[in-house]
């Protein structure tokens, strides 16, 4: 089964394991005063309605059209594709098909301490195709509570399992994302290498990609958006809490949350029990009615 997403954001910033990474191959990350120059590790943004923001934050796009001091960047097409396994497992897999590239802009709290590091929203007009197609899954929902935050006439509701697991969610078994595989981010990168006088030789030597450890604490918030009394999408949203990892930065050492283990992969997926997946929608839903 497969939708089309309405926005997705991949913060890669937050892993302070890429950041190691680039750094131990030379790159300067995400600022070298001395020099001025900058590597910042890039956000993979899409957005179905189009983004537009200071020029300055965009890193790369393949199409784009300059307004004043803003990029304005046309409506981009990611997918998203539900499978499920014999065992009972929900693969949940991102396609970022068209897609650019941003640096995040000043943040009071660095993105190496958020939980939430991915996002995904879908139209709500999934919510019916998806409890349908996964109503076998369906049990008593036990252990699935509820929890909302939101502003003006904006709420997100969104479920967790178990009382310890609010800023998480859903377990999740297995994931992996990374910035192999994407033209844009490659481009990117050689284009940074020249700038940096990094080998380009080097760049196919390294891991900008991340797989769940075993000992990662790692879940999917499943929600809905409400809009003026009325929901308008579904939200999945990838956290991991620990363990905590530690990296010499170019300015002294730096803590946060681990995102996972260093590999190469251009595979981005999600692993989720598919009961616990529609009990959340289900739960989620029922919060208004």
Same mark, same amino acid.
């Given at each position: ?8 954001n991949?913060?890669f ?13 030379? %790159?300067k990350?995400p600022?070298? /005063?001395? @020099?001025?120059?900058? @590597?910042?590790?890039?956000v !993979? ?8 923001l ?5 890193? /790369? =796009?393949?199409?784009?059209?300059? /307004?004043d001091k %803003?990029? !304005? ?8 594709? %539900? ?5 009972? %497992?929900?693969?949940?897999?991102? +396609?970022?098909?068209e897609?650019?590239?941003? #640096? ?13 590091? =991915? ?6 007009s999934?919510?019916?195709?998806? &409890? ?26 969104y479920?967790? +399992?178990?009382?310890?697991? +609010? ?17 844009? =981010?490659?481009e990117?990168?050689? #284009?940074? =290498?020249?700038?940096?006088g ?8 390294l891991?900008?990609?991340?797989? /769940? ?24 949203k990838?956290? @991991?809490?620990a ?36 009990? &959340?929608?289900e ?7």
């Open positions: 089964m497969e939708f089309e997403l309405r926005r997705m991949v913060f910033p937050a892993s302070l394991e890429i950041q190691e990474e680039l750094l131990k191959a030379g %790159f990350v600022y070298d /005063k001395e @020099t001025g120059k900058k @590597t910042p590790v890039p !993979v943004s899409s957005s179905r309605e189009g983004r537009k200071r020029r300055g934050r965009l890193l /790369k =796009a393949t199409d784009f059209e300059i /307004k %803003f990029a !304005v960047i046309p409506e981009e097409k990611t997918l998203i594709e %539900f499978e499920v396994t014999e065992k009972g %497992f929900l693969v949940i897999r991102p +396609k970022p098909f897609y650019h590239l941003e #640096e995040l802009g000043f943040l009071s709290v660095p993105p190496r301490i958020w939980g939430t590091w =991915a996002s995904f929203s879908l139209p709500f999934a919510y019916g195709e998806l &409890a349908d197609w996964l109503s076998e899954f369906k049990g008593e929902g036990s252990g699935i509570y509820t929890a909302s935050k939101g502003s003006g006439g904006r709420i997100e509701v479920a967790y +399992k178990g009382r310890t697991r +609010k800023d998480l969610g859903i377990p999740v078994f297995g994931y992996a994302f990374g910035l192999h595989g994407l033209t844009i =981010a490659e990117y990168l050689r #284009e940074k =290498a020249e700038e940096n990094v080998p380009e030789e080097r760049l196919r030597y891991k900008l990609g991340l797989r /769940k450890r075993k000992e990662t604490k790692a879940g999917l918030r499943v929600g809905i958006v409400w809009e003026n009394g009325k929901p308008v999408e579904v939200t999945l990838l956290s @991991t809490t363990p905590r990892v530690r990296i010499q930065g170019l300015y002294g050492e730096l803590v946060g949350k681990s995102r996972g283990e260093l590999t190469r992969t251009d595979d981005w997926y999600i692993l989720v029990h598919a009961t616990d997946f529609v009990n &959340a929608l739960k989620v839903r029922g919060t208004f009615g």
